[in-house]
């Protein structure tokens, strides 16, 4: 199946979970609040933004929140385009802060509560789910990486994982979709169902030594693609390419010893697929330069282009049909606490437009040779 069908079933499986369970944008930077130009740090802090049902929240746990997307965005936007956003991007802020105050107070009232092992668990099917998979303890040393606790991240999941049963209950008896309404989705989606020809290769990633802001840019360049291209010496003499990708090369992939699973055509950056698709299985590419550095390729299979049966489909498909009724019911109930809550804002603060989406899912970490 292609991948739009999982990653719809992924990005509408828990719509209220998404409020809380980390992703690697969630843990991008510290909490460092971000305060505005000009304002004075103690007035920010004890300002109120909100207050949902009698309980405050404040100015500095917006800040908080923001900071690490506008962090981020910094790298890679002008700063002219960053505050024309920041308005926006804290309404959405506010809206998801607000949303989690409300269930927060109903997963209370509920008696709801979600175990330690409970919560290691969802981590592990977490980590299980990147490409490629990760153990515990990496994913442990991802988060720390990033600027997290372990601790933190596990609050979070607990949080997510309380919101998922307080939904269950809404969702029971309201759902039920039949092998009929699966049969009507493939029927009308047949394209989705297309898998375009793949080949699964294995890669040397070598990457210029930047370590040193003086050195000359063409020379380090040049030092990488000479290592490339006696490591593809050795290759050619009969050196094991999975033992000098997992000591050489500079991917994530190398702990694989290089291998990079099946992929499609557009899912890798031009230069490297051209290459991939062009060799036979076991066959070795010559050093191509990308973006990202100096490769050498294996294409170690292939699969012709074909279509998913639909009894192949099936269970997905009522999956991906199931999670979107749960997201619709979960937003509908989302909008009933909001209409029967006491939400008030300080003068000046109301939003001025209905707030997109406080929840936005995010990509999976892809590997470096994948397209943005």
């Known amino acids: 199946m292609k991948t739009s069908i999982k990653a719809h079933i992924a990005t509408t499986a828990c719509f209220v979970m998404l409020l809380a369970v980390c992703s690697l ?84 009232a509920s008696k709801i509560t979600v175990t330690d092992e409970e919560a290691t668990e ?34 979070q999941v607990k949080k997510g994982l309380g919101y998922q049963k307080l939904m269950e209950a809404q969702w029971a008896g309201k759902i039920n979709v039949k092998e009929e309404d699966a049969k009507k989705y493939y029927s009308e989606n047949k394209k989705e169902f297309e898998i375009p020809e793949q080949v699964r290769a294995s890669h040397i990633l070598i990457t210029p030594d930047t370590s040193d802001p003086n050195a000359d840019p063409n020379q380090t360049k ?9 490591l593809l010496k050795q290759i050619k003499d ?29 899912q890798m950056v031009p230069a490297f697929e051209e290459a991939a698709f062009a060799l036979k299985t076991g066959e070795v590419s010559d050093v191509v330069e990308t973006q990202f550095g100096y490769h050498i390729i294996k294409v170690t299979d292939r699969k012709d282009a074909s279509v998913v ?10 999956n991906m049909l ?30 001025q437009v209905p707030a997109d ?8 970490p892809q590997d470096k040779t994948k397209t943005e």
Request: proline share 7%; with cysteine.
């Open 222 to 230: 040049a030092a990488a693609k000479a290592k490339a291209e006696e």
């Open 25 to 108: 944008a969630a843990v991008s930077a510290p909490n460092t609040p971000a305060v505005e130009p000009n304002r004075p740090a103690e007035a920010t802090a004890d300002a109120i933004a909100v207050t949902v049902n009698g309980v405050d929240i404040k100015e500095s746990q917006i800040d908080a929140q923001l900071a690490p997307q506008l962090q981020k965005m910094a790298t890679q936007l002008p700063p002219a385009f960053i505050e024309q956003y920041k308005k926006q991007l804290k309404q959405q802020v506010v809206e998801k802060m607000v949303i989690e105050e409300l269930l927060d107070e109903k997963v209370k």
């Open 357 to 364: 989406s406080a929840v936005k899912p995010t990509a999976e």
């Open 309 to 318: 049966p639909f009894e192949q489909a099936k269970d997905d498909i009522i």
């Open 122 to 155: 969802r981590i592990k099917e977490m980590a299980a789910q990147q490409q490629p998979p990760l153990s515990m303890e990496d994913f442990k040393s991802l988060i720390e990486a990033y600027g997290k606790s372990f601790d933190e991240v596990k609050q």
């Open 238 to 266: 009969g050196a094991d390419f999975a033992e000098l990708a997992e000591t050489n090369s500079k991917c994530p992939s190398s702990k694989q010893g290089g291998d990079l699973d099946f992929f499609g055509k557009g």
């Open 322 to 351: 199931t999670q979107t009724e749960q997201a619709k019911l979960a937003e509908e109930y989302v909008a009933s606490l909001k209409a029967e809550a006491k939400i008030v804002y300080p003068p000046g603060k109301e939003p």
